[in-house]
């Protein structure tokens, strides 16, 4: 990979985030303390939620917010197969039992019409997750978990300042679900956040990210470590102030990509549905002719960095298998032979967007 020249993430620090972590460093409070505080207000504030609670990783984020609001052991959530591990490991990690429901082949996100089918008795929730930037069908969802008074939880690592209908993605569900990865929207280094309207499920988050302590040494739950340190959130509260200027980069730069690539044979470009607004945390293509993995070469052999997310269906890996846990989804099985993740960052210049172009067309033209 060392003829890379575009590369496929980039996280942006600047002097704030510096200057932010040496005040924490130099004021000895480290831990969990008052910028993670001020974090979490702010985050609130921004997404449009009444409660914010800091966790020390999108994947403790999910674990958080099932256990607060009852998930566990005999339960079922419906979740998508189509995305990272830690979406449906988060649900075992509760004793539940993910059930895996069918993408939409244009949003690439949970298709509401593959729902129902799945629920049963021990149906306890739905997790959506809101895929590379943008929300699944969000009315639906909530019509369908209304109907049959299910839990909605939004796994929204990948969609920091997405919309739908004109609503936060962050609110569209009982709890939301955010991480802060280095390659995210925005970063904390690690770190994760829940939003909720709920004041009960932001106590009994707060409770088990701390040790099931609501009160300090009094413990009424099996809690965990998942606490967010105040240098985490002294680089979040800079990221905070510039999260809106990386979207916009980032939807400008795909619509740049779109132009340049609608009329690529073999090549499906992102789709962005009519409620939706899209952050494009991924710029993720599908390739409808050839092998995936012989177009993935010839445009790292241009010098773009590419990316596959995500290549197995999550009830096809080994440890899912194992574990007797099974699904048929044919969407998902196709897009996971078949999507490209490409540059779309706010780092890349007009020259590098133009690479990336350029890197696809000639894929497309050296195969059939």
Not at 2 to 19: D, F, M, R, T, Y
């Amino acid at each position: 990979m060392s003829n890379i020249k575009v590369p496929i993430a980039k996280p942006i620090i600047g002097e704030e985030e510096i200057e932010n972590v040496v005040e924490v460093l130099k004021s000895g409070m480290i831990a969990q303390g008052p910028k993670v505080a001020e974090f979490e207000e702010k985050y609130a504030e921004w997404i449009g939620a009444d409660y914010a609670i800091a966790v020390n990783s999108g994947t403790a984020a999910l674990h958080v917010a099932l256990l607060s609001c009852g998930i566990g052991e005999g339960d079922e959530v419906i979740t998508t197969p189509f995305t990272f591990i830690a979406s449906g490991n988060s649900i075992l990690y509760t004793g539940a039992k993910p059930v895996f429901a069918d993408i939409n082949l244009d949003t690439y996100t949970m298709d509401p019409n593959s729902i129902e089918a799945l629920i049963t008795e021990n149906t306890k929730a739905i997790l959506p997750v809101q895929l590379y930037g943008q929300s699944a069908d969000m009315e639906k969802i909530n019509e369908i978990a209304e109907r049959h008074g299910l839990i909605v939880i939004e796994d929204a690592a990948q969609a920091h300042g997405a919309e739908f209908d004109g609503e936060n993605v962050g609110t569209l569900g009982d709890m939301s679900c955010f991480s802060f990865y280095p390659t995210k929207n925005m970063t904390t280094s690690e770190g994760g956040i829940i939003t909720t309207n709920d004041e009960d499920l932001a106590d009994n988050a707060k409770m088990f990210r701390a040790h099931g302590a609501s009160v300090r040494y009094h413990h009424d739950e099996i809690g965990y470590n998942f606490r967010m340190t105040d240098i985490s959130a002294a680089i979040g509260l800079a990221q905070l102030d510039k999260i809106d200027e990386f979207n916009n980069k980032r939807i400008r730069n795909a619509a740049y990509l779109n132009d340049g690539l609608k009329d690529v044979d073999g090549v499906v470009t992102p789709h962005c549905a009519d409620k939706a607004k899209h952050v494009y945390h991924q710029y993720t293509i599908r390739v409808e002719k050839g092998n995936r993995d012989d177009w993935v070469d010839i445009i790292n052999d241009c010098g773009v960095g590419t990316g596959i997310h995500y290549p197995i269906p999550l009830y096809n890996q080994p440890i899912y298998k194992a574990l007797g846990i099974d699904g048929g989804c044919p969407n998902a099985e196709l897009a996971a032979d078949n999507v490209i993740s490409l540059p779309v960052h706010p780092s890349l210049t007009k020259e590098d967007l133009d690479r990336v172009i350029c890197a696809v067309k000639t894929a497309s033209n050296k195969l059939d």
